[in-house]
């Protein structure tokens, strides 16, 4: 449902929703123990969004219609599916000769890894577009309910207090661990820059406790990913 039909609905205002998110983030966020979220942020991941976006992802998986599939993993690049068809995505491959499932927060990030990378169809790369949205995080789920223990799941973000409030968040949608990717101290040393404007004080007490992550939250402190 988009933004101004819930909005409509459930308040009989189709912009009431739009006019308050600020304040409406304000409270979400004192009274919610999941990551600290900015207002954008947090409409998109609770999908109030104007405009529901399709999802963008490669690997092999098809979509089932009228009783035919419609077989896109053999699409260069990538694909973006609608939200009314996720529930229709199925493998065209045995679950067990994959490898991976990787989610991206970056667009550019995105876009490199699934133009430059050739993995024989042997992963998944998904557009989280930072929060995962309701749609992102059912098919995660999916993935993580259908695939074996063998296969293993990765995230690619900033490394920052956003990148790694993000993190968490993929971190904790799924049963099994997602192991960070291409963030790690070295390239925080390498890349990174001062900027004391980053705030760690929203980062959840998760992020520190989390075994795959702590040491670079720690690290962060003070530094920007970019």
């Known amino acids: 449902m988009d933004l101004r039909t819930f909005s409509a609905k459930m308040l009989g ?3 009431i929703m739009e006019n308050l998110r600020d304040r409406f983030a304000a409270v979400w966020n004192r009274f919610n123990s999941s990551p600290h979220k900015n207002s954008r942020d947090l409409y998109e991941s609770l999908g109030l969004t104007k405009h529901p ?13 009228s009783d035919s599939l419609l077989d896109i993993s053999r699409i260069p690049a990538f694909v973006g599916v609608p939200p009314d068809l996720i529930e229709a995505l199925s493998f065209t491959r045995s679950p067990e000769d994959l490898n991976y499932v990787l989610t991206v927060e970056n667009l550019a990030s995105f876009n490199r890894h699934c133009r430059e990378t050739d993995d024989h169809g042997a992963g998944i790369t998904i557009f989280s577009s930072g929060f995962l949205n309701p749609n992102a995080a059912t098919v995660l789920r999916m993935l993580d309910a259908k695939l074996p223990e063998t296969v293993k799941f990765f995230h690619w973000g900033d490394i920052d207090a956003g990148g790694l409030s993000i993190y968490q968040h993929i971190f904790d949608s799924v049963d099994r661990e997602v192991y960070p990717h ?14 004391e404007t980053a705030s760690f004080r929203t980062l959840s007490q998760s992020v520190f406790e989390n075994a795959l992550i702590s040491d670079l939250a720690e690290a962060s402190r003070g530094e920007k990913w970019f």
Not at 54 to 65: C, D, E, Q, R, S
């Open 13 to 15: 205002d189709s912009k």
């Open 53 to 65: 976006s399709a999802m963008l992802f490669k690997g092999p998986l098809g979509i089932h219609f």
């Open 182 to 195: 291409l963030m790690d101290k070295q390239k925080l040393r390498r890349f990174g820059r001062s900027d």
